[in-house]
């Protein structure tokens, strides 16, 4: 009797090992290749995009604002720092479609030769980086279009003299290569690509640009951003305008990142005055080293129509 239970026990030792080995793989895959959370905790950094989206069926409510300069000519205790003016608002609604698809939609004071712009937008995250670094960074692609709906001026040879629809459009596109290095601190490059019908003469229609921006996580919700981009304006461009008194400044802005729950709130300081990347690129009049900076403030609010809160990550 002993001897064949010993036998039985025997027969089935290699289908133990053998099931204890595929449990041993099962767990081990499922351990790999796990996505890396809060790359950013926000679908924006502070004026351009991150490689973030939306989770499917979740709506963002989005308001945007920046005030006046802090100093300056304009700026000081005659303005309260700024916090009298306002230099551009944006209010809009973004939808996730799919996890890695989302859109949205929204509406701008505009600062810059055109106002009352009116937005649409499409993200899709290409990549998504990985704990094993089998897939070693985050790759969103954004493109958007905004077309401006105030009055045409009188003078044909104004930059705002619209012939027709067309000359109010305006397009971007950019792609957004982010990698979070360990728990605290994520680095992203933001080549991009805007295009405006109507430009003032001597300015560019189609103008490239390179963003760089960093994330320095201080504690579980809180993290320090930081985002510059540099315009490749031509210098026949750069001379003409500064012979008319006009010069150009490349976009800087640092701020504070705070998450709670279904809110992302963003405080900025930044010399763009202008919210949309067709204005806020090729536009910036002001400068750091002149007082002629603002404060802002980003409010996100995050709503799921169905299925699992994804923010809560």
Same mark, same amino acid.
């Given at each position: 009797? $002993? ?75 005659? *303005? ?19 996890? $890695? ?64 629809? *067309? ?7 950019? *792609?957004?290569?982010? !990698? ?15 295009? !405006? ?96 900076? !603002? ?19």
């Amino acid at each position: 009797m $002993k001897s064949i239970i010993f036998l039985l026990l025997g027969s089935g030792l290699p289908f133990v090992c053998l099931a204890q080995s595929d449990l041993s793989n099962l767990f081990e895959n499922i351990a790999t290749h796990q996505p890396v959370l809060n790359t950013y905790k926000g679908t924006r950094i502070i004026m351009g995009q991150s490689t973030e989206t939306l989770g499917k069926r979740e709506l963002d409510f989005r308001v945007d604002h920046r005030f006046g300069d802090l100093g300056g000519e304009f700026g000081g205790i005659k *303005t309260f720092f700024g916090t009298d003016n306002s230099t551009d608002i944006r209010i809009g609604l973004e939808y996730g479609i799919t996890d $890695k698809l989302m859109v949205g939609l929204g509406r701008s004071k505009g600062s810059g030769l055109e106002s009352q712009l009116v937005d649409g937008l499409v993200k899709y995250k290409l990549l998504t980086q990985t704990t094993d670094n089998h897939v070693p960074l985050s790759l969103a692609v954004f493109g958007s279009m905004n077309v401006t709906c105030m009055s045409s001026a009188e003078d044909k040879t104004s930059p705002v003299y619209f012939e027709d629809g *067309t000359d109010r459009l305006n397009y971007v596109l950019q *792609t957004v290569i982010g !990698r979070k290095l360990g728990d605290r601190l994520t680095l992203s490059l933001s080549p991009t690509y805007v295009h !405006r019908n109507k430009v003032a003469y001597m300015d560019m229609n189609n103008m490239f640009a390179l963003g760089a921006a960093g994330r320095l996580k201080i504690s579980k919700r809180v993290g320090f951003i930081v985002e510059y981009f540099y315009p490749f304006r031509s210098q026949e461009s750069k001379d003409y305008f500064e012979a008319n008194g006009i010069k150009f400044y490349n976009p800087l802005g640092v701020g504070i990142e705070i998450e709670t729950g279904g809110h992302v709130f963003h405080i900025n300081f930044t010399n763009s005055t202008a919210i949309q990347e067709s204005q806020f690129i090729p536009e910036t009049h002001s400068s750091w080293l002149q007082g002629q900076f !603002r404060w802002g403030f980003n409010i996100s609010r995050r709503f799921t129509l169905g299925g699992k809160k994804t923010w809560k990550k």
